[in-house]
């Protein structure tokens, strides 16, 4: 099969299904907002960082074993594949239940750590409590959307997180608008459209047994010093979105005030959105690059690489232009043109946040070529950068400086860095490979 139709064939499913969830989330806030209150956008804001941990735990886990997987396939080593493959479900399912009973436990803590404030406590414990009821769900869904993409089934990917997005859209509209649950029940809308997918994703696995299979597997723990460091890039990828979310709602909440709270709630959905197509790209080649590293052939995985570059680039650049000039019909999803100063305000700082779309790309794709290379130092060190280094240290030191401004002025300023430290991995990758050969080991490189 040609490569660039094969790039578009993974590429594509992956971007779609990320722009399904991503477009799901958006319109939980607008029944929210519509249904509840700005008060009550803002507690689902808040609960966001929460809802990325549970997705963060799920993509560390299932972005490692592709990778392992995606590896042992092109190897030809099934049974292997499949032994990881049916290990990580067991251990997926059983950190998330820690979890879940450690936040069920502590419920009041957490969302007071996630900056509730007493106007929304309430609804910050709702939104958690039920979200932490269905975290098994997000992250087996999530790990089965994954392997099916490694499996070579990319569309089946994309139909399970398209019924998902549905039945949350639905529910959320019953629940919200028709029953008048608010708050728990648009979370409740959110959990039993997971348990959706995830029906979906295990259906396809019982009637699919040709490659990868759901069955016994023999326990092999130290895999995971692989998989982890593997995982790390695309979990804090996520994670990072999460933390950006909290960074921000603290920073506003002590610089700003509460109504910003509301604003930072729509740029953070439109961030997902964004966010989510460039990680949707990386995750639509990491099984391919992963498959031909495997085969020892490296230069099929560059190619793969240029063509994800240039899909970046005209995300990036399509991303800023719609965003720039289409941010008061985007602020109107959630704000009636009549709240005034809050629409206005709301409208400027989504432009002022705007240039970040055209950078934050390229650093998410090359910490996922990174991963898919088994260089995990490489791809650790952007991401962690990218998410939690540079973006605490530029809001802190901005927002000390120039303020309100300095806030908005934060996510540029650390993307740009990071894009800096990228450049850098880059090069030392390329000089890496000139000293030692096109078939020098990954762990070498």
């Given at each position: 099969m040609n490569l660039r139709r094969r790039f578009f064939q993974f590429v594509i499913p992956s971007i779609?299904?990320?722009?399904?969830?991503?477009?799901?989330?958006m319109v939980d806030g607008m029944f929210v907002s519509h249904g509840v209150g700005e008060r009550a956008l803002a507690a689902v804001n808040l609960s966001m960082p929460f809802t990325?941990?549970?997705?963060t735990l799920g993509i560390l886990?299932?972005?490692?074993?592709?990778?392992?997987?995606s590896i042992a396939l092109g190897q030809e080593d099934l049974d292997r594949a499949r032994n990881y493959f049916n290990q990580n479900l067991c251990v997926t399912a059983g950190i998330s239940v820690l979890l879940a009973a450690a936040v069920l436990l502590n419920l009041e803590q957490v969302a007071l750590f996630l900056g509730a404030t007493p106007a929304t406590l309430g609804f910050v414990k709702q939104y958690v409590g039920v979200i932490a009821c269905f975290a098994v769900f997000f992250t087996i869904s999530y790990n089965l959307e994954v392997q099916v993409k490694a499996n070579g089934a990319p569309q089946v990917s994309t139909i399970g997180v398209f019924a998902c997005a549905l039945m949350n859209m639905g529910l959320d509209a019953l629940f919200v608008l028709g029953f008048g649950w608010g708050v728990w029940g648009a979370a409740l809308a959110t959990g039993l459209a997971q348990v959706t997918s995830t029906a979906i994703f295990f259906i396809y696995f019982f009637t699919h047994r040709e490659r990868l299979r759901l069955g016994r597997f023999t326990p092999e723990p130290g895999i995971y010093r692989r998989i982890v460091p593997l995982g790390l890039s695309d979990g804090l990828s996520e994670l990072s979105n999460g933390i950006v979310i909290f960074l921000f709602n603290l920073t506003i909440?002590?610089?700003i005030g509460e109504d910003a709270v509301v604003s930072y709630t729509i740029i953070s959905y439109v961030n997902t959105l964004v966010l989510m197509t460039m990680i949707g790209t990386t995750q639509g080649i990491q099984p391919l690059v992963s498959f031909h590293l495997g085969a020892g052939e490296r230069e099929i995985c560059h190619k793969l690489l240029r063509c994800g570059l240039m899909l970046i680039l005209l995300f990036s650049v399509g991303a800023?232009?719609?965003v720039w000039l289409g941010a008061g019909g985007i602020v109107g999803l959630f704000l009636p043109t009549g709240e005034g100063g809050l629409f206005a305000y709301s409208v400027g700082a989504l432009r002022q946040y705007a240039p970040v779309f055209l950078i934050m790309g390229f650093n998410v794709l090359m910490a996922g070529f990174f991963t898919a290379v088994e260089r995990p130092a490489a791809s650790f060190a952007i991401s962690f950068s990218r998410g939690l280094v540079l973006l605490a240290g530029c809001l802190a030191v901005l927002s000390a400086v120039w303020g309100e401004r300095g806030v908005w002025a934060a996510p540029l300023a650390s993307e740009s860095l990071c894009l800096v430290l990228t450049a850098g991995l880059s090069l030392r990758y390329v000089r890496a490979l000139r000293r030692g050969g096109k078939d020098v080991r990954p762990e070498e490189a």
């Open positions: 779609v299904s990320m722009w399904i969830f991503s477009l799901y989330t990325s941990l549970v997705f886990l299932a972005t490692g074993t592709s990778t392992v997987i909440l002590r610089v800023f232009a719609a």
